[in-house]
């Protein structure tokens, strides 16, 4: 058994041919009949292929292994018995992600000037709700803040910026990513301009900017959060990825509406500057953390 780019390789030999086969597959244990467990493949032949995305990766923290048994079954399928062959298979999290399946939320990259060692501005709130704002659409500039030396001067800023190192953050973990052949179909970053301009950096895919994934200024009527846990529960399309590039201070940024899930909310403010977490939408409408915080350069390295 052999794992390519989006599915598990099958191949078997039986020394008495049979009518039918069929391949069952169990977590963390041996199949012991034909109904124990998923049925990855029946029918005839002797290969099949069974696509990653009905499989999750392992961690070190939760290691996953899927043990696969072959049954040789009458004409109908309905008399099985065990031919003694099995192979087992740990995913690990970039096998998974390659085989598509995965929504990954980032936060944007840096925002801190090295040479002062503070954020590049801040956003000015005081303009107000994307609904009524006293600046139109300030919260979308990209505008930086300007060098007056000695100082700095934030006057010209409405909103905080990426900083040099951020640039370089969006660029080593896009790199990366592509270098690790991640497939994406879609790209969706906060309206602000620190956020799409990270997502563009990375270059995944073409970048749609979207208000439920906005800092502060739609808070008046949206939870982010909710919004946020809508994304992360949608599987993407067969064998792709989709990337959410958003901000921290979601417990904030909640409004009136209540919170769904307080849990993730507190997971996703805990997204290092740059970082990604990884989660795998689940049937139930659920969603799993395979993965947190993984740095830019860790994408070059991640299992």
């Given at each position: 058994?052999?794992?390519d ?14 009518p ?14 034909a ?46 018995t ?10 690990t ?62 006057t010209?800023?409405?909103?905080r ?17 592509n ?9 969706l ?86 970082n ?28």
């Open positions: 058994m052999t794992l780019v989006a599915d598990v390789v099958m191949t078997w030999a039986l020394v008495v041919p049979s039918r086969v069929k391949i069952v597959r169990k977590l963390g244990a041996v199949p012991s009949s109904q124990d467990g998923d049925v990855a493949f029946e029918g005839t032949g002797s290969t099949a292929r069974h696509p990653t995305r009905a499989l999750t990766p392992g961690t070190a923290a939760a290691p996953r292994v899927y043990t696969w048994a072959l049954f040789a079954c009458d004409a109908s399928g309905a008399t099985c065990a031919t003694g062959l099995t192979a087992t298979l740990q995913v999290v970039m096998q998974g992600l390659r085989g598509g399946g995965y929504v990954l939320y980032f936060r944007h990259a840096e925002t801190i000037d090295q040479s002062r060692a503070q954020d590049v501005c801040s956003d000015n709130l005081s303009l107000g709700y994307a609904s009524a704002p006293s600046v139109p659409d300030w919260w979308k500039s990209c505008t930086p803040d300007v060098r007056v030396t000695p100082n700095w001067d934030c010209g800023a409405t909103a910026q990426l900083s040099a190192a951020g640039i370089m953050q969006a660029t080593v973990a896009g790199m990366n990513l270098a690790r052949m991640i497939p994406f179909s879609r790209v970053s906060s309206e602000m301009c620190r956020a799409v301009t990270s997502a563009q950096v990375m270059a995944i895919g073409p970048v749609e900017q979207r208000p439920e994934l906005t800092y502060y200024v739609y808070g008046n009527v949206q939870n982010r959060c909710n919004e946020l846990r809508r994304h992360l529960t949608t599987t993407p399309d067969a064998g792709t990825n989709v990337a959410l590039v958003s901000h921290s201070a979601i417990t904030g940024d909640t409004g009136s509406i209540a919170t769904i899930d307080t849990a993730l909310c507190a997971v996703l403010d805990s997204t290092g500057r740059g990604a977490h990884v989660y795998k939408p689940l049937s139930d409408g659920g969603t799993l953390l395979i993965t947190d915080n993984v740095a830019p350069a860790t994408w070059a390295t991640l299992p």
